[in-house]
Every structure is written in C-alpha cells, then in structure tokens.
C-alpha cells in the first residue's frame, strides 16, 4: 500500500508523514529532502540551478537515501546531509532546482524505485508519482501559523520566514496542485496528533491498525 501526504511548505507533511508510517509500521520518504540535496550538492559544486551539468554530477555522487520510518536520512558517502539541507539558503535555492523536469525525473525515478508499502510526502506524490496511491491526502494552513510553526526551528524571524514560504508557496505552484481524490486537510486549527489520527481515521478499512485506546 501507498499512502501520499502532499502539501504546501511547512505544512506538517514531515511530521504527520512520520507519525502516520510510525503507526503503520511502515517506512515514509520525504521527496522533498532529494530536491534539498540536489541543490546543497549544486551550491557546494559551484553550479547554478539551470546548470545543465548539474544532472551528470549529482548522477556521479555516492547519495544514500534512508527512509526510515522514524525519520529520512540522506547521506553523501560516509557524510549526513540530513540537517545541513533544511537552512534559509537551501530553501531561497530549492525551487529553480525542482522546476527543472530533468531533476524531477531524476528523483521520481529514486521514488519509484523504492518498495511498498510507504507513506510518501511532498508536492506532487498523489498526481505525478504515485497517482496509484491507494488514500490520498494534503495538508494545508494559513502562511503565518505554517511560519509560527517553523520559526520554532530556525533562526530567522517569523516575518521574514513568511515571506519566504509565501515565495516558496507560487515558485512551486506548478507541482503543489492536490489529487481530486485527496484528503484536504486544514491543519491549522488541529495538533500535530490531530492530523495523525485525522489521517489513519480516513484510511482504507484494515490498513491502519486497530485502536488500542
Ligand atoms: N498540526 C500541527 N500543529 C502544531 N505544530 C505542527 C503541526 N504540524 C506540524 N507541526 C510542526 O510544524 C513544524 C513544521 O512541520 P514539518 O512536518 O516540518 O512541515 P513540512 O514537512 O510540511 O515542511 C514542525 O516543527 C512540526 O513539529
Ligand atoms: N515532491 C516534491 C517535493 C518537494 N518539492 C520542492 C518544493 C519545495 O520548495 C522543495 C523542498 O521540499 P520540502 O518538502 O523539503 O519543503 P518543506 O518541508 O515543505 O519546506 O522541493 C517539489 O517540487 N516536489
């Protein structure tokens, strides 16, 4: 079985994603965090986005992705590159690399390649990459709560994270339109846990486990 959790930035698709696959017993893949890694390779290789030698490189490059259930691990040999992608830079970069179709083949075929069953999260997992998912959803909040929420985890002020997402939200605009089958859900006004059990309420009958509470 598939489960995509799709949705805009900040949304809630990595932690809800988590605890949707932890309570499944099931690993989850932030597609997402293969776009990060293409632009850090990028910008630590002195590359511009539209570089067309970019594909070739990240093609030669020892990336490991890990999608464990407890949390994806991206590692470059015997480095980890999964903190040093979620930085300011990466974001204000990420966008011009994801609307390069060469680079978004490159990582729908990494996806693809990956055996069910997972929860896959990201933009575009429910339409373009696994529109054979099985339950559908996508997650959605106001830019400021989506900018409270990640100012909790970086540095910069909730303004200034604002207006980044809100760029972030039109750059992306292409690849961020909802399943018509999909879940929308306004995470806004819910708890991380609310949108967990939301989502494994919505499940197909026998895919989440009982409920022991
Ligand atoms: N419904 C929610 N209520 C409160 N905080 C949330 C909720 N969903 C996610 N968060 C928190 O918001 C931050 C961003 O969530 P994250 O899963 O990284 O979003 P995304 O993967 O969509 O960028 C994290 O600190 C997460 O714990
Ligand atoms: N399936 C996907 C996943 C991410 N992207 C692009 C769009 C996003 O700005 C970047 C980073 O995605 P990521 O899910 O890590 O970003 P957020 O956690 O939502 O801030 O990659 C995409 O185009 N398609």
């Known amino acids: 079985m598939i489960v995509?959790?799709?949705g805009v930035a900040a949304s809630g698709k990595s932690s809800v994603s988590s605890g949707v696959a932890r309570a499944l017993g099931v690993p989850y893949v932030s597609s997402g965090l293969l776009y990060r890694a293409a632009t850090l390779l990028a910008h630590e290789a002195g590359l511009a986005p539209h570089d067309p030698a970019l594909l070739p490189h990240l093609e030669a490059q020892p990336l490991r992705f890990e999608p464990l259930a407890g949390g994806n691990r991206l590692w470059l040999g015997e480095r980890e590159l999964t903190a040093d992608v979620q930085s300011a830079a990466v974001d204000a970069g990420v966008s011009a690399v994801a609307a390069r179709p060469e680079l978004r083949a490159w990582v729908d075929r990494?996806?693809?390649?990956?055996?069910?069953?997972?929860?896959?999260?990201?933009?575009?997992?429910?339409t373009a990459v696994f529109p054979q998912a099985q339950a559908k959803f996508y997650?959605?909040?106001s830019a400021r709560v989506r900018a409270q929420r990640r100012a909790a985890e970086r540095p910069e002020a909730v303004d200034e994270i604002e207006a980044a997402l809100l760029r972030r939200d039109e750059h992306d605009r292409a690849q961020s339109v909802p399943a018509p089958e999909a879940h929308v859900i306004d995470t806004g006004p819910l708890t991380l846990q609310g949108v967990i059990d939301t989502i494994l309420a919505a499940l197909p009958q026998g895919a989440a486990p009982a409920r022991t509470s």
């Open 139 to 141: 997650l959605t909040a």
């Open 4 to 6: 995509t959790i799709d």
């Open 110 to 126: 990494r996806l693809r390649a990956l055996t069910p069953p997972f929860v896959a999260e990201g933009r575009d997992m429910g």
